[in-house]
């Protein structure tokens, strides 16, 4: 059931002016990746429909892809009750978007306390992003 609630805005103020934004694949739930938005990545977001975030390293806004061609269009945005956190399901597009070469970022599984990779990488990152990241 859909109810209709008045718009809220996002609450930026609990993490310095960021939301986190888990990314999640459509159409098979997996987790993708993790990022933070300011309201101007939110905003832009919104108004293009693919996912764009706030790069706390490097200081600017950056739509995903925007090196390596592997875009995710948003399909729909959820945020949780505290209007402070967003779940962005959406559609990949590309091999993957680890810049590891991974289709998520989340390739890496605790086994007895020691960190393995669990899957296979699904493309060569050296061939999108060369030899600097």
């Excluded at 764009?52 to 090196?67: D, H, I, V």
């Excluded at 597009?93 to 989340?106: D, L, Q």
Aim: glycine fraction near 10%; aromatic fraction near 10%; proline fraction near 4%.
């Amino acid at each position: 059931m859909t109810t209709t609630e008045p718009t809220s805005t996002l609450d930026f103020d609990k993490l310095g002016g960021l939301v986190p934004a888990v990314i999640q694949d459509a159409d098979t739930n997996r987790v993708l990746m993790v990022g933070f938005m300011n309201d101007e990545a939110f905003r832009t977001t919104r108004a293009t429909g693919v996912v764009t975030f706030f790069s706390r390293t490097k200081g600017r806004l950056w739509t995903k892809g925007e090196t390596s061609g592997n875009t995710l269009e948003v399909v729909d945005i959820l945020t949780d009750c505290d209007v402070d956190s967003l779940v962005v399901r959406v559609k990949a597009n590309g091999p993957g978007v680890c810049h590891e070469g991974f289709a998520s970022c989340f390739f890496r599984l605790d086994v007895d306390g020691e960190w393995q990779t669990n899957e296979t990488p699904t493309y060569a990152p050296e061939s999108v992003y060369g030899g600097a990241r």
